[in-house]
Each structure stands twice: as structure tokens, then as C-alpha cells.
């Protein structure tokens, strides 16, 4: 059977497997015998295809119709859309809203067959649209996870942080507290001394200030053990207190690492702030690493010449007691009045 919108050459019934591998070979041939119309000749192919099925589907529809013989036969002459039109309009109050959708679709140029249209147009929208809620949910409950994970580590470090503004004072003070080996090794006489009495009160005074140093630096150390990690080993308690502040370290030393403790601090108080904003708007915590590392930029503050720590002081980018990395002497500081009011 030949319809005026047909090609001139019509085309076998074949799967659609079959088909494709049919086009595939048409156009592979084309362009190996380097013929420029092979693209166009391709998708003629196409068309041709889909426009056979499309008649098979009609002529099928209206042999399993009820009408008069007669009146089947003039059905067939007709194109496949006037055809199509022509079947369904005797039961348009029959038909399911798929299949009102896909008549739709066939008069706006649609030549796939009614399943075609449910698994092309409806069903793979409803798997994406699942599928991205999902995503989505599932998305929303990691980032609360991170979120309360981060607000615990927060407060347990803030009980930290009170003690190393005491040990900061005790360090930078006008009389600072004196530490290094030294004056590790003369603490038991002193305690000793001070126990008969025979300890100066000059000397009494600093006992005290060290006894005070140590029992913060003390209170400290086993706090640094991450909240829910279990039990703490004894390897480990001598690590935390190597990364702490302590009597047997030179005041410099001292002052370094308060401040490299204070810095993490407010580090991630931030971080926390920003998390908590990123999180209500966005819903989720996807891309929260690049979008923080941007606004608050890295943990510590460098400069790598005198001309850049100068620049960046007079900036205010670099302030009294900020924890630095001095890239000038490669080694890391605490700023001080002395260094920022030197900056002319």
C-alpha cells in the first residue's frame, strides 16, 4: 500500500533493532564512500522508517475497528493522520487522557506508536523527577549530619577556649609567667621551698602563676580527644600534650601554640555560622567547601615579603594576635602591638 506522504521506495516491516542497525550500516556506507549528501540521505532513511510504522499502526487500528469494510478501505487511502483522526473520533469519549495526550501529540508531528509515546514522554519524566527527589532528601539528611557533627565539635572545644584566654593572659601579660625547661625542673623545689616556708614571695608569686599554668594546660588535654571517639590511649594523651601549651616550652613557643589553638577556634566558629546560613538556603551542604574556602579563605594568614606583611597591615588584614605564617623566615607567629604599630 502507497500513501501520497510516503517515499517512493517503501521500506519492509523490521524490529526496531533491526532498524537502527539498518540506518547505522546506511550511514556508516555513506561516509566511507565519502559521499557528502550521506547525512541527509540518513535521516530520509529515518523518516521513512517511522513513517512505515506509523502506517502499520493505523492500517492495524483500523482493521480491528468495527466500521463497514467499505468504509475501512476508504480510511486506508486516506494519509495516516487524516486516517488516525478518522478512527478515533467515533470513540474520543473512550479514550484515556494517555491516549487523548497522545492523539495530541500525533497532530503536532509525534509518528511514534502509543508505547513509544508513554515511555518516551511520560515515564522516563516521572523516574527523573523521583529520582531527583530522592537525591535531594537524601542530600537534605547528610548535610544536617554534617551540620550537628560540626555543632558538636564547636562546643565541645568552647570549654578549650575559655582556658586558653587564661593561658594567653598569663603569657603576654607586663610580668609574663616563666616556663621553659628550667623552670620545669625547679618546680618541685620550689614546691618544696614553699612548703617550709623558706620560698620567697617573690618567687611564691611565680610558683603560683606556673601551678596555674599547669593545672590549665592540665585541664586541657584530655579534652582534645575528639567527641565520640571512644577512649583515649595513652600514646595519645602524650601527643595532645606535645600539640598544647606547657611549662617545659619557652614562652615564644608557648604563645604559638595558644595562638594556633585560638585560630582553629575561631576557624571554625565561622565556618559554622556560614554552614548553618548555606544549609537553610540550599537545603544541602553540596559545593559548602568551595563556597567556604572563598568567603572565609584558609585558617591562618601569610605574607611572603616585608612589602607584603607592610601592604596587608595598613589593609587591616593582618591585626594583633592573629596566628601568622611568616613566609619571610618560614616559621609560624603570634603578631604583636610591637610588630603592627611598626608598620609605617
Not at 547525512?39 to 493505523?58: G, H, P
Not at 492523539?103 to 516521572?126: H, I
Not at 586558653?164 to 625547679?186: A, F, M, R, S, Y
Amino acid at each position: 500500500m502507497s500513501r501520497g506522504t510516503l517515499p517512493t521506495t517503501p521500506m519492509p516491516a523490521t524490529t526496531d533493532s533491526n532498524e537502527r542497525l539498518r540506518m547505522m550500516a546506511f550511514a556508516l556506507g555513506g561516509a566511507l564512500r565519502g559521499d557528502p549528501n550521506f547525512a541527509q540521505q540518513t535521516l530520509a532513511l529515518k523518516q521513512q522508517q517511522d513513517q512505515r510504522k506509523l502506517e502499520l499502526q493505523i492500517d492495524q487500528a483500523i482493521d480491528k475497528s468495527n466500521l463497514p469494510e467499505a468504509q475501512k478501505a476508504l480510511l486506508k487511502s486516506l494519509p495516516p493522520k487524516d486516517a488516525y483522526n478518522a478512527i478515533y473520533s467515533a470513540s474520543k469519549s473512550d479514550l484515556t487522557a494517555d491516549q487523548k495526550n497522545y492523539r495530541l501529540a500525533v497532530q503536532q508531528g509525534y509518528t511514534g506508536t502509543f508505547m513509544d509515546y508513554l515511555q518516551e514522554k511520560k515515564s522516563p519524566l516521572v523516574s527523573i523527577d523521583q529520582s531527583q527527589k530522592v537525591f535531594e532528601q537524601e542530600a537534605a539528611k547528610a548535610g544536617f549530619k554534617t551540620q550537628a557533627k560540626a555543632q558538636e565539635t564547636i562546643e565541645s572545644y568552647a570549654d578549650i577556649e575559655n582556658r586558653l584566654d587564661v593561658l594567653q593572659k598569663q603569657l603576654e601579660g607586663t610580668d609574663p609567667v616563666q616556663t621553659g625547661v628550667i623552670e620545669e625542673i625547679k618546680i618541685p623545689f620550689k614546691r618544696l621551698a614553699a612548703g617550709l616556708n623558706i620560698l620567697p614571695q617573690e618567687q611564691l608569686d611565680r610558683l603560683s602563676q606556673q601551678e596555674l599554668f599547669i593545672a590549665t594546660t592540665g585541664y586541657i588535654i584530655p579534652r582534645m580527644r575528639v567527641a565520640g571517639s571512644g577512649s583515649t590511649s595513652d600514646r595519645e594523651i602524650e601527643l595532645f600534650k606535645s600539640a598544647v601549651p606547657n611549662l617545659g616550652n619557652t614562652v615564644e613557643g608557648n604563645k604559638v601554640l595558644v595562638g594556633g589553638l585560638q585560630s582553629i577556634a575561631k576557624y571554625n566558629k565561622k565556618r559554622l555560622f556560614l554552614m548553618d546560613e548555606y544549609l537553610k538556603e540550599n537545603k544541602s551542604l553540596l559545593g559548602f567547601g568551595e563556597y567556604a574556602d572563598q568567603e572565609i579563605g584558609p585558617l591562618f594568614k601569610t605574607y611572603d615579603s616585608d612589602e607584603d606583611y607592610d601592604e596587608k597591615v595598613k589593609k587591616g588584614e593582618l591585626k594583633i594576635g592573629d596566628f601568622v605564617y611568616d613566609g619571610v623566615y618560614e616559621q609560624f607567629r603570634v603578631l604583636e602591638k610591637e610588630d603592627i604599630e611598626g608598620v609605617q
